[in-house]
């Protein structure tokens, strides 16, 4: 069977993830992406992968490139940009896949909004910035204070800050806009409460929840997620709120990782990204909830029913730390990639940045310098597990 992975960049999620699950499933795998030369690199202990250049950010140019190639079974991709364009593919060669329209409305954050409005599910004060001249009107007098402002269509807290005056909304929409020519920006009204996440798994006819979770964010205006610890199970409650939210956006088929606040017992969706979880989270949950996630959302793709029980191990801690850069500068000492068992908590480190290398500070996720996954029985245990490692390394940057 033939499956084709849209990409862009390499990540761990394809690299240690999907690529060795399409291998255990013994698929024919050909890999569209806009970056073919990275990606033989970074796949070559997988000599079959077939890995072929295309704009794959356009859906004509994937369709014509597949029609042109190997017949399809499944058209697939994990990419928070892609994932219109390969339900698209994959609605046009009459596979099973997302529908295209629930990609759109979870990509576009403003479409998100005004579709969650009109159901009747939840309604956020919202509106769109697509120049300069927008920021003179009725729109910075009427934002509720403090606000968001972010990209439209962006990921991983890249320009996601927080303003608490009409003049620093200016300042900063200006700012993202000459960062981004062509750019449309979305202001929100700020959601208070603790953020957390849910990670689900469907094929259309059943969905699994998989647990969560709860997340800590760097102080304000910033939104980087410098650690997360895991949650098996959210309340009923709020799962049922946070539930009738994706149900409204169309979302139930493949992965699907949902960013929300819980306020007063009121769960507010932040973002849907309609995918699996990253940052190698998705690494940690395979391991964690013993499961061959990967394989299961392959096999969704190609058309096989997801069992009614996963088998899911339920008596799993974890956590992951992301030590982050603190000044620009040139990283010149920092820990190599470790794999240790401390105490019973097994702790996999991998470096993001490495000994060198020179970066702007970023106020995004872009200031990872590695990442910390921690898994064990017991959350204390792991807790006292990642503090001992992170106090023995350290991370130097100089100017």
């Known amino acids: 069977m033939r499956l084709y992975l849209l990409a862009l960049n390499p990540t761990d999620s394809v690299t240690e993830g999907f690529l060795p699950a399409a291998v255990r499933l013994g698929l024919d795998v050909t890999l569209l992406t806009d970056q073919p030369d ?8 997988h000599p079959g992968i077939e890995v072929l250049g295309c704009d794959v950010r356009d859906h004509r140019a994937v369709i014509s490139r597949i029609s042109t190639h190997h017949r399809p079974d499944a058209v697939f991709t994990n990419s928070d940009h892609l994932q219109t364009q390969a339900a698209l593919a994959a609605h046009y060669f009459d596979l099973p896949g997302k529908d295209w329209r629930a990609a759109l409305r979870t990509k576009d954050k403003g479409e998100m909004r005004r579709h969650l409005a009109a159901a009747g599910v939840d309604a956020v004060w919202s509106a769109e910035i697509t120049a300069p001249a927008d920021l003179t009107g009725r729109l910075v007098v009427d934002a509720p204070y403090p606000c968001v402002v972010k990209p439209r269509e962006g990921v991983a807290s890249e320009d996601v800050v927080l303003v608490d005056t009409a003049a620093d909304l200016v300042v900063r929409a200006e700012e993202i806009l000459a960062r981004r020519p062509g750019a449309t920006l979305v202001v929100e009204e700020y959601l208070p409460g603790e953020l957390y996440t849910l990670e689900t798994l469907g094929d259309g006819r059943v969905r699994h929840v998989l647990g969560g979770f ?17 949650v098996p199970a959210h309340p009923e409650p709020v799962v049922a709120q946070v539930l009738a939210q994706l149900d409204a956006l169309g979302v139930g088929f493949g992965a699907c990782h949902t960013e929300f606040v819980v306020h007063d017992g009121r769960a507010r969706v932040i973002e849907v990204n309609y995918r699996a979880i990253g940052d190698q989270c ?20 190609l058309g096989d029913p997801l069992p009614a029980d996963l088998g899911i191990r339920r008596d799993g801690a974890a956590r992951l730390e992301y030590p982050c850069a603190d000044r620009a500068g040139t990283l010149v000492t920092a820990p190599a990639a470790t794999d240790v068992t401390v105490d019973g908590v097994r702790l996999t480190y991998r ?19 590695g990442v910390l996954r921690a898994t064990g029985t017991a959350q204390q245990s792991v807790d006292r597990a990642v503090a001992g490692f992170l106090a023995a390394r350290r991370w130097e940057i100089q100017p």
């Open 38 to 45: 990275a990606h033989r690199a970074a796949h070559s202990e």
């Open 214 to 230: 709860h997340t800590a964010l760097s102080p304000p205006p910033y939104f980087i997620e410098e650690r997360l610890t895991f």
């Open 282 to 301: 998705d690494l940690l949950l395979a391991q964690l909830l013993d499961i061959p996630l990967f394989e299961h959302i392959l096999r969704t793709h």
């Open 351 to 369: 470096p993001l940045r490495a000994p060198g290398e020179h970066h702007e500070l970023y106020g995004t996720n872009r200031d990872y310098l």
